[in-house]
């Protein structure tokens, strides 16, 4: 039976990923410029002072991505080491232990013994990995998929309000900066939530609002500063 359904779980990996990368790429390069902005300098130390947060952020959050999901991996292949030395020493137990998982899922004891044991026949691991210890292959840590994908989103997410730098003069950038990162951040909620087979409006809700929360108190500061770099 051909299979037609699609499923977005195998996405969560990239998914979270590029929407925090994008998000973090808008709220931190606004935040930047308008914390810059407040303090009254030129329009050429915004732009350099944005290009630097750029770089870092961009760099920051694949290095950050990698080794944050490169610890959840260790963690996956450390269990499933374990479980593979306990299915060798230990089957009958390790039989048991997936029999009952079967057992509170629903099915009668006796069903559910001969499920284990054909599951275990074909890929005792395999079944141990994804019934016992909630490891799968559709949700698997992937660092490299996970630092890519964060870093080229928070790039993309961070020219945005860079480009608004260069379109505007000094004077009108904190409400030319502010009014339309909340519109880029708002486009970023909504495509995540159409993805993720989310409510757009919810989603572009709240990752508006933290957005904004973000921005508003990062120009605070700049006010509560004001000294020219």
Aim: net charge negative.
């Amino acid at each position: 039976m051909r299979h037609i359904e699609a499923h977005r779980t195998q996405r969560v990996g990239w998914l979270r990923a590029a929407v925090l990368g994008a998000n973090d790429g808008i709220v931190s390069t606004a935040s930047l410029v308008l914390g810059v902005a407040a303090a009254g300098t030129s329009s050429q130390t915004i732009l350099v002072a944005g290009v630097a947060g750029l770089v870092a952020g961009a760099m920051s959050m694949a290095a950050g991505e990698y080794v944050s999901v490169c610890s959840q991996a260790d963690t996956e292949r450390s269990d499933l080491d374990r479980e593979r030395q306990e299915l060798a020493a230990y089957p009958e137990h390790e039989h048991a232990e997936l029999k009952e998982i079967y057992v509170q899922r629903g099915l009668d004891r006796r069903l559910a013994a001969e499920v284990a044991t054909q599951l275990m026949q074909h890929d005792a691991l395999g079944a141990h990995g994804r019934d016992e210890l909630g490891i799968s292959a559709a949700l698997a840590a992937r660092p490299l998929q996970a630092a890519l994908a964060s870093a080229a989103t928070f790039s993309v997410g961070a020219v945005l309000p860079l480009l608004i730098v260069l379109l505007f003069p000094s004077s009108d950038l904190i409400w030319a900066v502010s009014g339309a990162s909340l519109v880029f951040l708002a486009a970023l909620g909504a495509l995540s939530g159409w993805a993720g087979g989310a409510s757009l409006t919810r989603a572009a809700a709240r990752v508006t609002f933290w957005g904004a929360s973000a921005m508003a108190l990062t120009a605070g500061v700049g006010v509560l500063f004001g000294v020219s770099v």
